[in-house]
């Protein structure tokens, strides 16, 4: 049947809200030349199939949920949505009704001018706001009604012909169990979305077809599976059976003569209702086919397997079989059919059409090629043949011809009426054992190319959370990176400050620095973010020709949260040459790997992945990364001197220790006694060589400005300098204690550095009177020290000026001549020292004495008179 090719003709157009029509309230019936359609409005259309026109149009005053026509008297039954059940006659002339001029209107829906009539309120046969569906067994009634923790099955006995039309009472009732409530939050009934099927069946017989009028809603079925299903009793009264498909999934059923006598010998109600299955799924659909061949003599035509179709494609047949032991039992199998179901039909030789989303699909019961789908295994997938024509919400069965000619009634979703003739040949032949060996082995390829798209989809996804991640990181290095080069004044969110202090780890004291990096921002420093310390040792004034060396260090910071501090100790000297080389330049910056965050989120496993080839690893910069700067300190003499002096003796300050003397020096001297002469380059230059003294002057008025709030405090402006020169000093909080204005530290080389701090008053330089200055007074038997040591307090007097050069007005006045007079000297002894230095290289021994002496002498004088920065 995959074959077959339908041909469509579309009947008529019938008025659909904007999304649609949505299966399960639409309606058709053909019970003869006319045909009633309802689109799930306030309208049901009669369409003439002889004269392709709409005959009339009836108007209801609720939306139509279900139509059927009884065999006799013919009457046309109607259920309205929260309203009840009407009855009428489909002829408009044997009724009275009102008939409106409806041609404006019909117009506007597209349809041709027919006859509008609007069903009288008195037409209303069951007025019922709980009712949910219905069917007609001869001259009686079933209704299944919603209540509020159950349904409830009634019957009642239609009026007969020529009586008023009003039911002429309830003749029994029964109520059905649920498996889920069916009532909202307030306690009220809610809306079913799915509307349960309700229908009549009866056993087949030799006078079956005119002992009992069935209408529209009920079929036949073969006596033995009639008695296996329904009982004995409902066998020998060949009594109508009510078959009920609920929302839930359950299937059940009523013998109707039973409930007819259960008002008269009233008993226990749940023993009149009978649960056939569950399907776990609504049902939508109830109906009953032929699967077994006959002989050609044989006239039984009558259904023997009844079908039940979920809304999610659970398929239930029952037919009747036989056991191991020769015994007639109900053989119950299980299908699975591709949904959702939208509606079905059943036709002649097994076929069971229905339409889902996609098409309108045929599925035969009765070849040999079917499942065998044995009740408790899993559900057996069925293969229907597609027939090509889509959005179906309701059909009919027209006419089956035994040549194969199929004619079906449909209503597509945008309320078309259409039949389709389908070409059902017996020469088509079903599928062969061969072509369902080779349908499943299509079936193991299909399965076997989806477990290799999930594999697919399972690794892209893991690219695309690891690409998320990636982006998210990049987010916040580049908030973070906003945040650094913003150049807003005020301290920065992320900073990194820097403290030295000695340690005496081993025999050798050692200069450590430490880094201490503070989170003040709301943003978080994660995978990715490492600490760089660079330390740019320069090289001695001796060593000329060897370049600078540079360290650097790298400390990952790992989950450095808002207000999170990290701290990282460091060694800056001595270095292997057992000397501390100062300065120091340190240098902290914040470094972002591109490589770490972006680098595995590049590509995923397959290599050879089209859609991905963008992320080739040469998208990344030469620069595998960002670096941000924190901050960049010049470590001097003055960061590491050491004053033991200050120390208290209970006081193991490594700040205020002095150096650690040479185990050997130390183990001499205790050999020569007390009275013994310290030996060494730094004891002989403190004994033969006299100190050398610079001193440096600085205005007190620009010394105050710079100083600011340290000498507005309180604090002398003499006292206040010489904490401003060791701020960076281990002492400082001494100093500032003591209020000293004059402290003898050691150098690192072990060298004695005197710093005095003094006002004086200059009375040659100033043109309208003495000059206040401030004299920083650097004393020291050591010239290495003393340079050193002269070299760190000019640099911050250098930078001090920079920084107030826009903030004073100008300079003070000076007396221009003593200044050109003083800069002449110092000229003259300028050349003289490069005269001395280029002797240095070519005199011999004998008078390389004399001309260091002299070299000596000009050093002494070029620092006298000292520099001045007004």
Known sequence: MAGLEPRVEY??????????LAAGRPRVLCPGPAVFVSAGSERVSVYAQGGRLLAAVYCFPAPVWQLELSAVPGLLYVLCARRGIYCLSPDPESRSMNQDDGSDQDSEDGEPPCAVISVDPD?????????????????????????PAHW?????????????????GQVGEVELSISSPLTGPLGEPTAPRFLPVLCCVSPAGPTALHSRAQGSGGFWLERALFGLLFGVDASLLESPVILCGLPDGQLCCVVLKTLVTSKLSPGNPKALVKILHHLEEPVVFIGAVKTESLAQDVEDTHPDCLVALGHDGQVLTIKAGWDGAGTLVPELREYRLPGPVLCAACGGGGRVYHSTTSELCVVDLAQEGVPSGDLGDPPSLLCPAGLGVCSVVTLSVLSEVPEGDVRLLALSTRGRLMTCRLQLSSEVPGPTRAAAASTGQKIKDLLSGIGTVSERLSSLRKAVDQRNKALTCLNEAMNVSCILLSGREGPRPISCTLTTAWSRPQLQDVLTATCQLENSSGLRLDRGWALCVRVLTSASASDADVASAATTYTIPVDRLGPGDRREVTLPLGPGEDGVLHLPLTVSCALHYSLREVVGGARAPSESSTDSLDEFRPDILPEQDGICLPLCEHTVDVLWCLRFPGLAPAHTQAPGLLGPLCDPVDTFLGSLLGPRSEPTGPASLRAKFLPPSVATIKVSAELLRAAL????????????ATLQWLLAENAALDVVRARQLSSVQGVAPDGADVHLTVREVAMTDL???????TVEIQVESSSPASLCSAHHAVIGRLQRMVVEQAARIPGPPDLRVQCLQQTHSSHETLLREVQTLRDRLCTEDEASLHATAQRLLQVHRQLRSPSLLLV
């Open 766 to 772: 100033g043109a309208a009177g003495p000059l206040q």
């Open 11 to 20: 009947l008529e157009s019938f008025r659909c809200p904007l999304g649609g």
């Open 152 to 168: 409830k099955v009634q019957l009642f006995e239609c009026p007969r012909p020529g009586e008023d039309a009003r039911l002429r």
């Open 708 to 719: 600011g709030d340290r000498h507005s405090a309180g604090t002398p402006l003499d006292c």
């Open 123 to 147: 037409a209303c046969l069951l007025p019922d706001a709980a009712l949910c569906t219905f069917t007609v067994v001869a001259d009686k009634l079933v209704t299944l009604a919603q209540g």
